[in-house]
């Protein structure tokens, strides 16, 4: 097993510094398991691509980065199995090449399945689940070092998926997977709000996936990005609601050059190319930004939106960009979707961390009577007081995570902050 000490201590955007002294990397799972059981606390790292303590440990990082990154794909059950720490860029590739897809994609295609499985990431779509939805099985090493497979319909498979590394170290998840297809993307610009806002569903629904980039300030919508699933039998979109169809390529950030980008100007091509917005051969920024999300029930959204243009004065100063997404709902205990569809609302800050947490309680205030539910691996100020009410499994998760991990080898300051109650 190699054993380093951890060099970088810095997570992917440079924001948080992990305390733990060494990281393993097993390369086997047997390596896994001894790590594992011989470690007094213990977390999994992933690609580095959350923004908080989630993944940090007073004890050992555990990466995945070298674990049996082999693919298996049952053809006759349409789904594949794959270790935790393998991207899912990676993975799509894979995948598009064998003839078959994922459902969805989220906007950046570098981050670790383990990772984005347990933080409830995803894409968008109206009729899209999370990444997480997906997962029809999953091999968990828990704190004796033994392995735990779980599998969808088993007792409490629901409340282990969206985990947040509190159950064990996921080595393998079985993901649904369906034949690959092509998809075209589409970018329009300057938007009018209130063409949107009069037809909500209708303009979400416009495109298998839809993404609006907004600084929240003025009445445009500053680019609307449609993903069009070409096997749909639906018509393509040839306009959106006012906006203008692009006429270059176009970066989520204003100013910044589109090549990193995955293919616009309504060209089709395989999903593992369309649905992510970055290309995975690229790092698509420098890292230098902050991210913070929180979700409400579709029910919501006018009113959410809303709550967010008012406070643009605040917001627009901090923000490069926003993006505001949709989401179907699932039965996964701890998803931001839980039992609710839903819209996304992302925030992608300037690196200025002081100011940023200091305007996240309004932000969150505001958006307090839409039951908002906070993206686990991003930046927000909620604790388990606040979060316990608008999760209707949330005792159950803690009973869960208590049975499974009696003695706190999995416990971390983000856990005792948001899920236990425990002060920092």
Same mark, same amino acid.
Request: net charge negative; glycine share 8%; aromatic share 8%.
């Given at each position: 097993?190699?054993?380093? *000490?951890?060099?970088?201590?810095? $997570? ?14 097993? +390369?086997?799972?047997?390596?896994? *398991? ?31 980065? @070298? ?9 006759? !059950? ?6 935790? /720490? ?13 003839? =078959?897809?994922?459902? $969805? ?13 347990? +933080? ?7 009729? $899209? ?9 999953? #091999? ?14 088993? #007792? ?11 159950? /064990?170290? @996921? ?6 997977? #369906? ?5 075209? *993307?589409?970018? =329009? ?32 919508? /500053? ?16 306009? =959106? ?7 270059? !390529?176009?970066?989520? @950030?204003?100013?910044?050059? !589109? ?5 616009? &100007? ?22 230098? #930004? ?5 979700? @409400?029930?579709?029910?919501? !959204?006018? /009113? ?10 605040r917001i627009t100063p901090l923000l490069q960009v926003s993006e505001v997404r949709s989401m179907a709902a699932d039965e996964l205990w701890l998803s931001n979707n839980y039992q609710r569809a839903g819209i996304g609302l992302h925030f992608t ?31 927000? +100020? ?27 080898? =999995?416990? $971390? ?6 899920? &236990?109650?425990?002060?920092?």
């Amino acid at each position: 097993m190699i054993e380093e *000490q951890v060099r970088d201590r810095l $997570n992917w955007a440079g924001n948080y510094e992990y305390s733990a002294r060494t990281i393993e990397l097993p +390369t086997t799972l047997a390596e896994l *398991q001894r790590a594992v059981a011989g470690a007094t606390r213990v977390s999994a790292l992933g690609s580095r691509h959350s923004f908080n303590d989630i993944a940090d440990t007073p004890g050992t990082l555990v990466s995945l980065d @070298v674990l049996d990154p082999a693919v298996e794909i049952d053809e006759a !059950a349409l789904t594949v199995t794959v270790s935790a /720490g393998v991207r899912y860029g990676v993975l799509a590739e894979h995948l598009q090449r064998r003839g =078959f897809a994922l459902h $969805n994609l989220a906007s950046l295609p570098h981050i670790s399945i383990g990772g984005a499985v347990a +933080t409830a990431t995803h894409g968008s779509g109206d009729g $899209n689940g999370n990444l997480a939805t997906a997962v029809v099985a999953l #091999e968990l090493v828990t704190a004796s070092g033994d392995v735990l497979t779980v599998s969808k319909g088993d #007792e409490d498979f629901d409340g282990m998926v969206v985990g947040l590394g509190a159950l /064990g170290i @996921v080595h393998r998840a079985t993901l649904r997977i #369906e034949p690959s297809f092509d998809v075209r *993307q589409d970018v =329009f610009t300057d938007v009018p709000w209130d063409a949107v806002l009069a037809d909500y569903d209708a303009a979400t629904s416009s495109a298998y996936s839809v993404s609006l980039f907004t600084d929240w300030s003025g009445d445009t919508i /500053g680019q609307a990005w449609l993903k069009s699933r070409m096997d749909s039998g639906s018509a393509v979109p040839d306009q =959106f609601y006012g906006g203008a169809a692009a006429d270059r !390529a176009y970066h989520p @950030v204003p100013g910044v050059a !589109a090549d990193h980008c995955t293919q616009q &100007f309504g060209v089709p091509g395989p999903w593992s190319d369309r649905l992510a917005h970055f290309r995975l051969a690229f790092t698509p920024s420098n890292g230098e #930004e902050l991210q913070t999300e929180y979700l @409400v029930g579709r029910e919501h !959204a006018l /009113g959410a939106i809303a709550a967010m243009r008012a406070l643009a004065p605040r917001i627009t100063p901090l923000l490069q960009v926003s993006e505001v997404r949709s989401m179907a709902a699932d039965e996964l205990w701890l998803s931001n979707n839980y039992q609710r569809a839903g819209i996304g609302l992302h925030f992608t800050w300037k690196p200025a961390q002081p100011q940023v947490e200091e305007l996240l309680p309004e932000i969150e205030a505001a958006l307090a009577p839409f039951a908002m539910r906070p993206h686990w691996g991003k930046l927000f +100020t909620m604790d388990a007081a606040q979060l316990a009410p608008l999760y209707p499994r949330f005792g159950d998760f803690q009973a869960l995570a208590r049975r499974t991990d009696p003695e706190g080898k =999995f416990r $971390n300051a983000f856990l005792d902050r948001t899920i &236990f109650g425990k002060p920092a």
